[in-house]
């Protein structure tokens, strides 16, 4: 069966601090990758997906960044973090459905 | 554009029925829904597809009506496990084999004993 990881949980840093959330699947070959952003109390937003290796499709202008390095590792990046980048960050992989992993609560201060 | 779904909340009493709207004010391809617990990651439930299908899933079902754009999940016999909150997301355009959702702002679920 298929299983999706993300490290770490729990985040805290300061603002300018550079970024870096890493997920991996396991049990399934060229899934569909995807990151996501949820604001307290608010929805999902998309923020990047990726068909393949080196293949990342950006949905919204901001100072985050993804690679694909490997077929099952997504990583999100940022150079400098903002109190804005505060959020719960959800990677989700897909066939058909989108199935969501555990998520990586970042707190800026 | 973000689908809108309604209620924001309700509550319910455990055995009572509840249903959740999203609709979309473009054409939609497929309609997915999940339920998020606090603190945890959303769940899938279901994905319905253009056609006008009804899916179930134990006593929680969807439907999918494309041409008025819209989908509603039913929870019948409600149980205290179906507390949280319920986001439909909904894919326009099917580009490849990537699913971009665009999610609701979610319906706040409580179910009292």
């Known amino acids: 069966s298929q299983t999706i990881h993300q490290w770490p949980a729990t985040l805290v840093q300061p603002v300018g601090s550079p970024l870096s959330l890493e997920c991996t699947v396991e049990g399934t070959s060229n899934p569909n990758l995807y990151w996501y952003r949820q604001a307290a109390g608010r929805g999902l937003q998309l923020l990047f997906y990726s068909v393949g290796i080196g293949q990342i499709s950006s949905e919204v202008p901001q100072n985050l960044s993804a690679s694909r390095p490997q077929d099952r590792q997504f990583i999100l990046s940022s150079k400098k973090l903002l109190l804005s980048d505060s959020g719960f960050y959800l990677c989700?992989?897909?066939?058909?459905?989108?199935?969501f992993g555990p998520g990586t609560r970042l707190t800026v201060t | 554009q973000q689908p809108v779904q309604s209620p924001q909340a309700v509550i319910l009493r455990e055995g009572e029925d509840a249903v959740i709207n999203c609709s979309s004010s473009k054409a939609l391809y497929s309609v997915h829904w999940y339920r998020q617990k606090h603190g945890e990651a959303p769940v899938f439930l279901m994905i319905l597809l253009k056609g006008g299908e009804q899916k179930g899933h134990e006593k929680i079902s969807a439907s999918f009506n494309e041409k008025k754009q819209q989908s509603s999940l039913y929870l019948t016999a409600s149980q205290l496990s179906y507390s949280g909150t319920y986001f439909c997301g909904t894919e326009t355009v099917p580009r490849g084999s990537a699913r971009q959702l665009t999610f609701g702002s979610g319906t706040q679920l409580t179910v009292l004993p």
């Open positions: 989700a992989w897909s066939v058909h459905e989108q199935y």
